[in-house]
């Protein structure tokens, strides 16, 4: 199976600064990682993906990085705005079995005005 | 067309209580997913459709949880005998394709479900 480690588990950030989020998987078969934001009694929303034969992704301020090796990927959020904060999680899927998403313990983020 | 949507929003059912949390999967999709998730944490597993076959049970809890999407189409999440500990939101997803590790899952609104 996969386990999906997540850091920080809280982040504060200034308007208009940057933000990352970084999460670790434990099987280097698992080929797909999505991340997700969540706002207050919603559902998570996909707001960036990445598959595991590309070592990164952008969209306009989010971006996506795969390492492999050290088996970590990262979420990166820059020009920060107030409409960012939510709970951001990642996850990996194991292709092996069956297709679910096994899901980190999220970082709640916060933009400072 | 419109995303997944899961009825009821929120539930408030007594210990012992029976309930069933529906959901509509975006249309055409193949793949269907049930998640728990409890408060500050993220969403577990509890079961994964195929059209009308359920591939993969592991993470339902207990035998007083069942799950079933007859048409391969609408799912329902069944909780017998509710206890206090399966007080969440539980999460539908669904996907376009049958191999969903190739294709985005889509999520719902969630069901907040309260036990008291």
């Known amino acids: 199976g996969e386990n999906v480690e997540q850091h920080p588990s809280t982040l504060s950030v200034q308007e208009g600064d940057s933000a990352v989020i970084k999460c670790t998987y434990s099987d280097s078969a698992s080929n797909y990682f999505p991340w997700y934001k969540q706002e207050l009694g919603k559902g998570p929303q996909l707001i960036i993906d990445i598959r595991s034969n590309v070592g990164e992704k952008k969209d306009q301020r989010i971006a996506v990085t795969l390492n492999k090796t050290a088996k970590h990927f990262s979420l990166h959020i820059t020009e920060t705005q107030p409409e960012d904060s939510a709970v951001y999680f990642c996850a990996a899927i194991w292709p092996f079995g069956n297709e679910k998403l096994t899901f980190g313990t999220g970082t709640r983020l916060t933009i400072i005005p | 067309g419109a995303g997944v949507s899961q009825s009821p929003r929120y539930k408030v059912a007594k210990r012992g209580q029976d309930v069933a949390l529906r959901c509509d999967p975006i249309?055409?999709?193949?793949?269907l997913f049930w998640y728990q998730q409890a408060l500050g944490q993220g969403p577990e597993f509890l079961t994964y459709?195929?059209?009308?076959?359920?591939?993969?049970k592991s993470g339902l809890p207990s035998d007083r949880f069942f799950a079933e999407r007859p048409e391969g189409s609408v799912s329902t999440l069944k909780i017998q005998r509710t206890q206090q500990e399966d007080s969440a939101v539980y999460l539908c997803?669904?996907?376009?394709?049958?191999?969903?590790?190739?294709?985005?899952?889509?999520f719902g609104p969630g069901t907040r479900l309260l036990v008291l």
């Open positions: 997803a669904s996907s376009h394709l049958s191999v969903p590790s190739q294709e985005t899952q889509y």
């Open positions: 249309s055409g999709h193949v793949s």
């Open positions: 459709f195929q059209n009308e076959a359920q591939l993969d």
